[in-house]
């Protein structure tokens, strides 16, 4: 979530996106982990059910903050990327894909490991332009 931020905030500027909401979405994309946990594809969990438990936990923790704008502005920004709404989201989903697999070298480099399935299943996947050339430059690395 964190080098997702920096990401969003050290990117060129593109044309017709908001980066400071680029920013505040790759902070709040995540949230509902912090309760429901980080529900992969391998866990076997249907995707609906996932939405529905994330979206739970996030109704619960924006309670918690007693509703209001800012609550309100964390649902919003969580449902833009859930629902891949926006440019805004698209560049952030890719950012997420893209951290993935920069955790996923760092790991083979420090622990001699190979994790070509993350590199696989990213693969083709990103949606702007941003993200694909950072994916190249990250897969690049790997060689």
């Excluded at 209001?68 to 919003?76: D, F, K, L, Q, S």
């Excluded at 629902?83 to 083979?108: H, S, W």
């Amino acid at each position: 979530m964190y080098r997702m931020g920096v990401m969003a905030l050290v990117a060129a500027d593109l044309p017709g996106v908001d980066r400071d909401r680029c920013v505040k979405m790759a902070i709040v994309h995540d949230m509902a982990e912090a309760i429901v946990g980080d529900i992969a594809p391998s866990d076997g969990v249907p995707k609906e059910e996932k939405s529905r438990r994330e979206k739970e936990a996030l109704d619960h923790m924006c309670g918690l903050l007693g509703g209001g704008p800012r609550a309100e502005e964390i649902r919003e920004l969580w449902m833009e990327y859930e629902q891949n709404a926006t440019l805004e989201a698209k560049v952030v989903k890719d950012f997420d894909k893209v951290e993935m697999i920069l955790q996923a070298l760092e790991y083979e480099k420090e622990q001699g490991m190979d994790l070509k399935e993350f590199f696989q299943s990213t693969a083709g996947k990103f949606q702007t332009d941003i993200g694909k050339a950072w994916a190249a430059e990250v897969a690049s690395r790997r060689k």
